[in-house]
């Protein structure tokens, strides 16, 4: 596993969790491939398995249960299969089918998909649930992430600038959110996207052997490389979204060569954030360089197909109380007032007011304080972004029937923006003009 603050000098080894405790699998089934030698270990057995083998995983008390051919087998602890041979470089659709894995965990876009995974898979029990990770060297991760994130149709470039920033977020190492679980990052959107083979290109492998190795460095650190699918036309701080200190290569900052004339500063105040949603300046993201008509082609194939940069939600009373009673721990009969408290330069609330009656017609308050809360609570599906500003119909009602919210951007907005970076491509900006228009202040260094 990799190690917090290190910088590796050879090419690390990662374990990226597929399947965790929270997706609740009691049973997997996976299908081995028609080109590739296949080897099982458990319990101090081991044994060759033949091409195209169906195995089913069931977890049963404290074993893990499963049949090849006519033997069936248990397993006290964990279970791993790989290849025989490992190849250099992968192919798409090279690995082991994966039936059924979640995608979107916790996110409007959330479902099953089949993924193929290359190199090793771990399977796991975790008190009654199965977990399974796949551990491979990280530029074959790489590889995959690309097409994961963004889909195939993308331009080199933005593969390349995409790779980079996946490399520098992973080896900064900063979140380690589920090291417990014997995992360096998760397979989903907690982490960055990984769907193995399923999705990968020629184009993908050539944009992760072109950029092998490189990292973004701020004073000799790799820097924290957040990125999200859409900044709305401004790119938000680093504090704003996560707290602490500021990152000073992530910056509020236009998603343009230069500062469009519909921005006007701060965003943080009502008026501006309500004409600058209003608009439709022309930066990189914005439909003026990436027609929406045509972003579904270069979106990963697991997005839906929509407006980011700028849209409309509109939630009614009754669904917004549910969610909110499910998410936030209160007793609301009816909400009556949402009030934004605080914003960042982007316009990304991350401090919001909410006004409600409880179950005895007592009015009470509480504040949602974070942006990744904000998304959370206002819509049962996840809010794109927390770039919003609310109306309510009827206007001046004392319990509104519906809450609207106009918003920009999808996800935090914080570092690299993907359709942004997608549209410099197209433009013919090349990989490392795009990464250090989106973390200014850094620089590139190959570290093997």
């Known amino acids: 596993m990799l190690e917090a603050g290190a910088i590796p000098e050879s090419e690390p080894t ?3 969790g597929i399947i965790l405790p929270e997706d609740e699998f009691t049973s997997l ?24 083998t169906e195995i089913f995983f069931k977890l049963s008390g404290k074993e893990i249960n499963f049949r090849i051919g006519d033997q069936e087998f248990k397993a006290p602890g964990e279970i791993r299969l790989f290849p025989v041979f490992p190849s250099n470089r992968l192919v798409p659709g090279q690995g082991v089918l994966v039936k059924n894995v979640i995608t979107g965990r916790s996110f409007h876009w959330r479902k099953y998909i089949n993924v193929t995974l290359p190199e090793t898979l771990v399977l796991r029990r975790i008190e009654k649930q199965l977990i399974l990770i796949n551990e491979l060297p990280i530029e074959k991760y790489l590889m995959c992430v690309a097409t994961s994130e963004m889909g195939a149709e993308c331009p ?48 993908s492998v050539q944009a992760t052997v072109n950029s092998r190795g490189l990292v973004l460095l701020y004073q000799d650190k790799i820097c924290d490389a957040r990125y999200s699918k859409s900044c709305g036309g401004v790119m938000e701080s680093f504090d704003t979204i996560w707290g ?14 230069k500062d469009p004339p519909e921005w006007h500063k701060p965003l943080s105040n009502e008026k ?6 209003d608009s439709s300046p ?6 003026h360089v990436v027609p929406e ?25 009754k669904a917004l109380v549910q969610n909110i009673n499910r998410y936030c ?4 009969k009816a909400v009556k007032q949402i009030t934004v408290k605080s914003r960042g330069g982007s316009g990304r609330a991350n401090r919001i007011e909410i006004v409600y009656l409880d179950d005895q017609n007592r009015q009470k308050t509480f504040l949602l304080k974070s942006e990744y809360d904000i998304r959370r609570a206002l819509h049962p599906s996840f809010l794109y972004s927390s770039a919003i500003i609310i109306k309510t119909i009827p206007a001046e009602a004392e319990i509104p029937d519906e809450f609207i919210y106009l918003g920009a951007g999808w996800g935090h907005g914080v570092g690299l923006c993907q359709i942004g970076a997608l549209g410099m491509s197209l433009k013919g900006y090349t990989s490392d003009e795009i990464v250090f228009h989106y973390y200014p202040g850094s620089i590139l260094k190959r570290i093997y």
């Open 14 to 16: 990662i374990n990226v």
């Open 29 to 52: 089934s996976i299908r081995l491939p028609k080109s590739e030698d296949y080897q099982i270990e458990f319990s101090g057995q081991s044994f060759l398995l033949e091409p195209e």
């Open 156 to 203: 080199i470039a933005l593969l390349e600038a995409q790779t980079i920033a996946a490399r520098s977020w992973l080896l900064a190492n900063v979140e380690q959110k589920h090291r417990s679980l014997g995992m360096d990052v998760c397979n989903d959107d907690c982490c960055q996207r990984y769907q193995g083979t399923t999705f990968l290109s020629e184009l």
């Open 244 to 257: 602490g200190k500021p990152l000073p290569y992530t910056k509020i900052k236009a998603d343009a060569e």
């Open 272 to 277: 501006n954030i309500e004409k600058w949603l």
């Open 282 to 287: 022309n930066t990189f993201c914005s439909p």
């Open 293 to 317: 008509s045509d972003l579904k082609k270069y979106l990963g194939s697991v997005d839906e197909e929509g407006r980011y940069f700028r849209w409309t939600i509109r939630v009614p009373q």
């Open 329 to 332: 721990g209160v007793n609301a």
